[in-house]
């Protein structure tokens, strides 16, 4: 048991790059979560997937972000042209199931200058 | 959804204090965590207790699930234990709903 690890630790880009950002959970934990977290606040809920399924998705998760689990593995999530309101930290997080508590990664921390 | 509530939303202890941090619910819920988030924004799993009492060394967590609350207890408090706590809950739908937090400095 690895951990949950999520790849960059921090990314800088311009406003209207497009960045992607990647997850990788605990090998045996089937669900996996994305949440977003701005200065001040805890952390909001933007999407989950039951293996490959993405089975929720919040309103805070416009179109231009795109989330993909694509063999129930590693989950990847994109932003299309970033906005400066873009900026918070992306936090991944995985669990086993019902009954069983998340496990969060270290988180991504996006920054639109 | 769920509504979460933490109180008190800032704390501030000198080295060695005890504290207790509460947390309040709307709703039944079938998850309950606390975390410790640290300076680099790390999100530390203290306690996954949806009813009950647990202890981990100087921590120990209650729920009363049936009156909707949970505490968070801290004893004999040191400076590593500053950051912000949070309570995080999920009903039936498996997501989870943070509190705004609460910040703990601790002083020497």
């Known amino acids: 048991d690895t951990g949950v690890s999520q790849d960059p630790r921090h990314k800088i880009t311009k406003r209207g790059q497009n960045v992607t950002f990647r997850c990788d959970p605990i090998?045996?934990?089937?669900?996996l979560y994305w949440y977003r977290q701005t200065l001040g606040q805890g952390p909001e809920f933007l999407t989950y997937?039951?293996?490959?399924?993405?089975?929720?998705k919040s309103r805070l998760l416009s179109d231009r972000f795109s989330a993909e689990r694509p063999k129930g593995s590693f989950s990847t999530l994109e932003i299309q042209r970033t906005e400066q309101g873009d900026s918070a930290m992306y936090l991944c997080?995985?669990?086993?199931?019902?009954?069983?508590?998340?496990?969060f990664g270290s988180g991504t921390r996006l920054t639109v200058v | 959804g769920i509504q979460v509530e933490q109180s008190p939303p800032d704390l501030i202890l000198q080295e060695g204090a005890n504290s207790t941090l509460r947390c309040n619910f709307s709703?039944?819920?079938?998850?309950l965590q606390w975390f410790h988030q640290n300076p680099w924004g790390q999100l530390i799993n203290l306690f996954y207790?949806?009813?009950g009492t647990k202890q981990n060394g100087r921590l120990s967590a209650t729920t009363v699930a049936t009156e909707r609350y949970s505490l968070l207890y801290i004893s004999s408090s040191q400076t590593t234990d500053s950051g912000v706590y949070f309570c995080?809950?999920?009903?039936?739908?498996?997501?989870?709903?943070f509190g705004k937090g609460i910040t703990l400095s601790v002083r020497p």
């Open positions: 997080a995985s669990r086993r199931g019902q009954g069983n508590g998340y496990t």
């Open positions: 090998s045996e934990h089937n669900r």
């Open positions: 997937f039951q293996n490959e399924a993405q089975l929720e």
């Open positions: 709703d039944s819920v079938n998850n």
């Open positions: 207790i949806p009813s």
């Open positions: 995080a809950v999920a009903g039936a739908n498996s997501k989870l709903t």
